[in-house]
């Protein structure tokens, strides 16, 4: 990973150009082709949505529609460790929603968000499908099963 | 192959490996080695057994032993008192809640008794990442009987006369989907599987790609015989990092063993099978919309006809079926379309994986045959309701479900009993809500996933979704008035009628059911309490004086500091610093603490 300021640098660019010639510069592997470059900068912002545009000669606008439409996309630079809340309904029902709460009131930040030194950000997820667990919080890879909202403390501070 | 004389059969799934299972593998594997014993005794990392309550599992074999919540410090104490002096580890043992003892062999837990497991027979037996293991175990041998005993029609007939339909919502028949696909002729057709698993609490398919991913290859290869296609394409979802690396290992598995790939089993058929993944997105179970997803557009629904069997993918014949589906097909074209016809009801036959969540004691994943009841489901198999509380719904099929009460118990379960109950089949999530569950709260809940994942192709989903999501809310802020609820049912029935996808059309259903089974809990927000006790707007926690034994238990939870008071003296909340999360509550152990 590697952050992103303003224009790309040729490097990046050329990481781009490569991604996109693994898939025979084919737009109708889109999808796919995102998702290595999102793996590779972190987020998608226009900048490298518009190189990808030009390799694929598809318009900005269909690129921006994509990444808009689905949620695993990002135009924001994700925290250093990313938080994610599960919603689904197994989670809900065992009381993830004054997990989340507590979560947004320690950090101070909403959900979509990142802590300004960029450590924690804060998203909401539906199912990782380890229901037996609920409720379930994940910061990086690592998940954490049957949090209470008095176990937030203590799992943030094991990044900090 | 070496021959070991016990195997130690390890949960791999996500459940599992969040509570430590890779580690619990690796500390076996030490202890074994120490021994000298790595030999004699083999671990096998294999897919869910289901049980992801009592998480991790460990059994052993031949003689069936459930080791339960296992320990990656347990490890040692495994081998040296089972493998090594053949005693079994009491402590380890699942204990029957009821009866209070230990089931020393798995086939004796209640739990399993009433399962019969079709689509999950190689989950938690074999070793996924080893296409030779799901070989020993039959596999592949259907793929080898349709290409040599039966014409492509024929092994149709197959599916059709077996009744299987399919598993991912709507219960279209399987072997007429099929037939459809056929008939139309092009040289370029898809065979496509929906691995996009969106239902909130449903895991089935995730499981079943965790471990047994050869069985959807092998169903995907027939499905190509069938219909006359040559590329398979599954469809997954990005949040499934492990059933992806799985299904990649027994891909190339099966490109080295010549059963995807130019002329397989030496047939002339040519199959080959491409991964696609989905970026989160709940229309895209559609097959429509997931369809344009894997074309590289946004997920957008599109009407129906022309359907995919005719115009799918690209434009050409494509036939999409869901994991659960494609997972029983092998078996039914080994064992025939009457056995598998023999289980089930009239109109639904063979079995249902069902993803048992919310507050049942049981969480885990089951298969039983069509008409089991709920009541067998979620008190039998599913251990009852958690902490001894009430039963009071279960939501089935998922954001495009309903709840059903305690009158439908008895009914067996199939896709028509559960239309007609209010509800659906959906993809088999069931959560299980007890009497401190808010039904108004819950349909707010479904609401808002609807409402976030809508499309926005159509104005009655997008909007009138919106609407009701704002009405429930106000209501649950105590500013409802009895004419919201009216308002309700006319939105509800509207979008029904007049949305686009299945997604819209069934969107309303969370709310219509529970303001059919639970009217009086919207009346009584209208009137300003909540049953249930779970609306903030419409509590306060209260500290009973006289049972407060100034333990100090809840001051220390509280993640406020809205309560004082000095040790072995009654407590007191601050209303106005109380956040209403309840810790304190569930933390008492003197029920001194009541929801006003």
């Known amino acids: 990973m590697c952050a992103l300021k303003e224009a790309l640098s040729p490097v990046n660019i050329k990481t781009i150009k490569d991604i996109c010639q693994s898939y025979n510069n084919n737009a109708g592997n889109l999808i796919n082709i995102l998702h290595r470059v999102q793996e590779e900068f972190g987020y998608l912002p226009i900048e490298v949505q518009e190189a990808v545009a030009r390799e694929l000669s598809i318009s900005v606008a269909k690129i921006y529609g994509v990444v808009s439409f689905y949620t695993f996309f990002t135009m924001k630079p994700k925290g250093k460790y990313p938080i994610s809340v599960c919603l689904g309904t197994a989670c809900y029902v065992r009381g993830s929603e004054p997990i989340l709460e507590e979560l947004k009131k320690t950090l101070a930040i909403n959900v979509g968000e990142t802590t300004p030194d960029g450590f924690f950000s804060l998203d909401s997820l539906r199912c990782v499908g380890a229901c037996g667990l609920a409720p379930v919080v994940i910061v990086g890879e690592k998940v954490y099963g049957r949090v209470e909202v008095h176990d937030i403390g203590k799992i943030l501070s094991e990044y900090k | ?596």
């Open chain 2, 1 to 596: 192959m070496a021959q070991y004389k016990m195997h130690l059969l390890v949960c791999g799934g996500t459940g599992c490996r969040a509570s430590e299972s890779t580690k619990l593998v690796e500390n076996l594997q030490t202890v074994l080695r120490t021994n000298g014993l790595d030999n004699e005794v083999q671990v096998v990392t294999t897919g869910c057994f289901g049980f992801c309550e009592k998480g991790p599992i460990v059994k052993v074999m031949p003689d069936n032993t459930f080791y339960v919540e296992v320990k990656p410090k347990d490890a040692e104490e495994i081998i040296n008192e089972h493998a090594i002096k053949g005693r079994k580890v009491s402590r380890l043992l699942y204990v029957d809640p009821k009866k209070e003892e230990a089931v020393s062999d798995s086939k004796h837990m209640g739990f399993y008794q009433k399962q019969i497991r079709i689509a999950l027979r190689n989950c938690g037996f074999i070793n996924p990442e080893n296409i030779d293991e799901y070989i020993a175990r039959d596999g592949y041998a259907a793929l080898g009987k349709a290409l040599t005993e039966y014409s492509p029609e024929q092994t149709i007939d197959v599916i059709k006369k077996s009744g299987l339909r399919g598993r991912g919502g709507a219960g279209f028949p399987t072997g007429l989907k099929w037939e459809f696909a056929s008939k139309y002729k092009d040289n370029e057709k898809y065979v496509v599987c929906n691995a996009d698993e969106g239902d909130p609490g449903a895991f089935m398919d995730r499981s079943i790609l965790e471990g047994d991913p050869h069985s959807i290859l092998e169903a995907m290869i027939i499905c190509g015989y069938c219909i006359g296609a040559r590329n398979g394409l599954i469809y997954i979802r990005a949040e499934y990092p492990l059933a992806i690396q799985r299904l990649k290992i027994a891909i190339n598995q099966a490109r080295e063993y010549g059963l995807l790939g130019e002329n397989i089993l030496g047939s002339s058929l040519s199959f080959d099978i491409e991964i696609r993944y989905g970026a989160g997105a709940f229309v895209c179970g559609e097959e429509t919309a997931l369809i344009h997803s894997m074309e590289g557009e946004r997920g957008e629904p599109t009407v129906k006809p022309p359907f995919p069997a005719e115009a799918g993918y690209l434009g050409k014949p494509t036939n999409v079926n869901n994991v659960e589906t494609y997972a029983s097909v092998p078996v039914i074209i080994l064992k025939g379309a009457d056995w598998f016809s023999s289980i089930g009801t009239e109109k639904s036959k063979g079995t249902k994986v069902f993803a048992l969540a919310g507050k049942i004691n049981n969480v885990g994943l089951i298969e039983v045959p069509m008409g089991t009841t709920l009541r067998e489901v979620i008190f039998e198999i599913g251990g009852g309701i958690k902490n001894g509380k009430a039963f009071k719904a279960v939501q089935t099929g998922g954001p495009s479900g309903g709840c059903l009460t305690e009158k439908h118990l008895d009914i067996p379960i199939d896709f028509e009993n559960l239309v007609a109950s209010g509800s659906m089949m959906g993809s088999g999530g069931m959560i299980v809500m007890d009497e401190d569950d808010c039904m108004v709260s819950v349909a707010k809940f479904y609401l808002e996933f609807t409402v976030e994942e809508s499309c926005g192709k159509c104005a009655p989903c997008r909007v009138g979704n919106k609407r009701m999501q704002e009405i429930l809310d106000q209501l649950t802020k105590g500013n409802g008035t009895s004419e919201m609820i009216d308002q309700l049912y006319n939105l509800g029935s509207v979008i029904k009628d007049t949305a686009l996808c299945g997604l819209g059309q069934t969107s309303p259903n969370p709310v219509l059911s529970t303001l059919q089974n639970f009217h009086n809990e919207y009346v009584a927000h209208v009137e300003g309490r909540c049953p249930a006790g779970q609306c903030r707007a419409f509590i306060q926690f209260l500290i009973i004086a006289k049972k407060c034994t100034g333990c100090t238990a809840c001051t220390r939870v509280c993640p406020t500091g809205a309560i004082t008071g000095e040790r072995k003296q009654p407590h007191t909340i601050d209303q106005l610093a109380c956040i209403k999360c309840g810790v304190c509550q569930r933390k008492c152990k003197f029920n001194a603490i009541e929801v006003m």
